[in-house]
């Protein structure tokens, strides 16, 4: 099989796995928890597990749609031989927007917690710009780099998410899970969508998926990345059940930090200043994996624009975005946008292409 | 090229670690304890306060101020000479006025407030909290009250407790927040048993005894000891003789057997102990004299917790939780209805007392 791509950018099939674990663990990790409780109460955990469950499908799918096209090549090409040249290049643009926006809310989502927890009266352009050029360096460097420092967010926030739960074990209330189903199937689904948006980001997959050598066999990885990364949402959120009470959880913003102030170690007596700085690497990894893949889509669409021209682009943006975009209520608005737009994106749009690229399969065939 | 890569890296990760925020400890006041109290004309905030002189040598002080709001310490930070920082809290106090009056509005602060450690210890004072400040401020350890409960609770009659166990209870349906109850006797401060809450607001205060009792039943009860009389045969002077025991192991099952329309529920305990202390005419090495004695202290448990429970649902109060149980066996609850019935629920109780070391005797 003949790549696209020159074989010096190329990962190793198993380093997919902090990939697909940066672009799934998002910034929610730390408060996804209150969220899903609003609409099916503690039984949001089965919201997990739907979410989990549908995730493998489209993953099948993502590989199918890929694999149809014999030179290995993005999504943006398979829409351009699909839609036409100018269809085609609306959709990659409006993908394009999309990872961008993706990582922006996501970058702006860290800095509300260094806010909150941190240092509430930071000024925020300077450490803006501290880490847009952090993020420059790092996506100018090309995927490989962009993999590098995935594997090192990966690892820093593996080594707190599973000792941190551990050590909540004397205060926890298995009894709070009872009864087990109260909540109607709507509940359910609604909180399913939430529950969605924590997920959103793996379709990064579209874009990097040339850069993977022999990738049929990273589909294996994807598929236990995904297995994996469901078994920690659920096992946080019923951590998080088992040690709030529901009217409790009601009240707390961001559940997982909060959970952290109980654990007290002789140097820090507060764990949880460690953990938000840590959460930094896994953080910024995640917004440049959805910048890099925002920067590949724009390399094919309508002008051929360098990735580097369209990075430092974007990277403007963020910084006018940050000064215009001042209050709360639209910043909420934008998340809510983007996440409605996901939803379409992972459940509409995917399965759309999946049946068009079989159906010219056979078509090509015959 | 790359040698500029490197140097930019390395700037960049400089300018993250963001000194801009710096707090010395010897430019901040930090707040060891805090205490509210309701007085005639507003509400009185205390604080514990330290300086730090040199390596080893701490001075307390204590400020104190009356306005009518609930959390004044913005108003306590116009008395000192350093910021007061907040975040090393260990102990939070109630007077006896203001616990009866309503702490809602303060727990909710603790909740909010990420600067607030979830170990805090919290306690309700016989009298003006801060007199109990006062005495730590002699004893001259910042740490001196939070420290004593939470021995208590190690090595003592004290359930776990702290801030988010008290939180959980306080914001959960069907259970009640309690917390420890402090008096002072002959100038010292002495943990005397705990004060019961209904929703925010403080109804009644139980013995020691019942604190371990309450251990028993929402807990391992382990390391508490009580005093236990025993009816000898052979006895004169029956009220002289006690049995000291020693908890080692506790386990209570809870089973809902029905829901609606009162719920009942049969509550097995299991309690391992070992005994401290026996009256001389026990003879230890008897294996019947033993089994006798557990059957004795069973029932004598099973007596003391139909009566500590009689006297919960007497006062509505729930630091059992009883009705949590009956939330996770129904589909629909809801606290109200509950709180109607729960002097109605039926209890049965049954104990079994297995005595596994007879001490050094």
Redesign the interface.
């Known amino acids: 099989m003949k790549n696209a791509v020159d074989e010096k950018y190329l990962i190793s099939p198993f380093l997919i796995v902090p990939l697909m674990y940066v672009s799934m663990v998002g910034v929610g990790v730390l408060n996804f928890q209150r969220e899903l409780a609003e609409h099916a109460g503690y039984n949001a955990y089965i919201s997990v597990i739907l979410v989990g469950i549908s995730l493998h499908f489209i993953i099948w799918m993502i590989y199918k749609i890929l694999s149809s096209n014999q030179a290995g090549l993005d999504i943006t090409v398979i829409n351009n031989a699909c839609f036409g040249k100018i269809a085609g290049n609306i959709i990659n643009l409006a993908i394009v927007l999309y990872f961008f926006f993706g990582a922006y809310i996501e970058y702006k989502a860290y800095i509300e917690v260094i806010r909150?927890?941190?240092?509430p009266?930071?000024k925020i352009l300077p450490?803006s710009v501290?880490l847009v050029?952090?993020i420059y360096?790092t996506v100018s460097g090309g995927f490989r780099t962009v993999t590098g420092l995935c594997f090192l967010g990966f690892l820093m926030t593996l080594i707190f998410i599973i000792p941190e739960n551990l050590s909540l074990l004397?205060?926890l209330?298995p009894?709070n899970l009872?009864?087990l189903l109260?909540h109607s199937i709507t509940d359910i689904l609604l909180s399913s969508k939430s529950m969605l948006y924590q997920f959103l980001g793996f379709e990064a997959l579209l874009l990097f998926y040339p850069f993977i050598k022999s990738p049929e066999k990273s589909q294996k990885w994807a598929h236990s990345m995904v297995f994996f990364v469901t078994l920690l949402y659920l096992m946080v959120l019923i951590v998080t059940f088992m040690?709030?009470?529901?009217?409790?959880l009601?009240?707390?913003s961001?559940p997982t930090?909060?959970m952290l102030?109980?654990i007290?170690t002789p140097v820090f007596?507060?764990v949880?200043y460690l953990a938000i700085s840590l959460w930094?690497l896994k953080n910024l990894s995640g917004i440049c994996l959805s910048l890099w893949a925002a920067c590949r889509g724009m390399k094919s669409v309508v002008l051929q624009i360098k990735p580097r021209m369209s990075l430092l682009a974007f990277l403007v943006g963020f910084l006018i975005l940050e000064c215009f975009l001042k209050d709360r209520s639209s910043f909420r608005w934008m998340a809510e946008f983007y996440s409605d737009v996901g939803l379409y994106f992972i459940y509409g749009y995917i399965p759309l292409m999946f049946i068009a690229t079989q159906l010219r399969k056979t078509w090509n065939k015959g | 090229m790359y040698r500029w890569k490197t140097f930019s890296v390395i700037i960049l990760f400089a300018v993250l670690s963001a000194c801009s925020d710096q707090r010395i400890v010897n430019q901040i006041c930090l707040v060891h304890a805090i205490s509210f109290d309701t007085v005639s004309n507003g509400k009185k905030t205390a604080v514990l306060i330290s300086h730090f002189k040199e390596q080893g040598k701490t001075e307390l002080q204590i400020l104190h101020t009356v306005s009518n709001s609930n959390i004044s310490l913005p108003r306590l930070n116009t008395m000192t000479n350093d910021p007061l920082e907040r975040g090393q809290i260990s102990m939070v106090l109630f007077g006896k006025t203001s616990a009866e009056k309503g702490t809602g509005t303060v727990l909710h602060h603790f909740l909010r407030d990420p600067k607030f450690s979830s170990r805090i210890q919290l306690a309700v004072a016989d009298r003006d909290a801060s007199e109990l400040l006062e005495i730590t401020k002699k004893t001259q350890e910042p740490f001196y009250l939070s420290d004593m409960i939470e021995q208590n609770m190690r090595s003592g009659n004290l359930p776990l407790m702290n801030l988010h166990v008290s939180l959980f209870n306080y914001y959960g349906e069907g259970r009640d927040m309690f917390l420890p109850y402090l008096r002072i006797e002959h100038g010292e401060v002495i943990i005397d048993g705990l004060a019961l809450f209904r929703r925010d607001r403080k109804i009644t205060e139980i013995s020691m005894k019942d604190a371990f009792l309450l251990k028993m039943l929402i807990q391992n009860s382990k390391n508490g000891s009580l005093m236990v009389p025993l009816a000898g045969k052979a006895s004169n002077k029956p009220s002289e003789d006690f049995i000291l025991l020693r908890s080692m192991h506790s386990k209570a099952n809870y089973i809902v057997s029905t829901v609606n329309p009162v719920p009942s529920i049969s509550i097995r305990l299991k309690l391992v102990t070992e005994l401290q202390n026996v009256p001389e005419w026990v003879d230890l090495r008897s294996e019947e004299q033993l089994t006798q004695l557990e059957k004795a202290l069973s029932s004598y448990f099973r007596t003391e917790i139909e009566k500590f429970l009689s006297l919960l649902k007497k006062n509505k109060v729930d630091p059992v939780g009883l009705g949590d149980l009956v939330r996770g066996r129904s589909r629909e609850w809801n606290a109200q209805d509950f709180e109607k019935i729960y002097q109605r629920i039926k209890t049965t109780v049954s104990v079994q007392v297995k005595i596994a070391s007879t001490g050094s005797a």
């Open positions: 909150v927890w941190l240092f009266a930071m450490i501290v050029s952090f360096y004397p205060y209330h009894l009872m009864p109260n040690y709030f009470s529901e009217g409790q009601r009240e707390i961001w930090l909060n102030k109980i007290e007596q507060r949880e930094l």
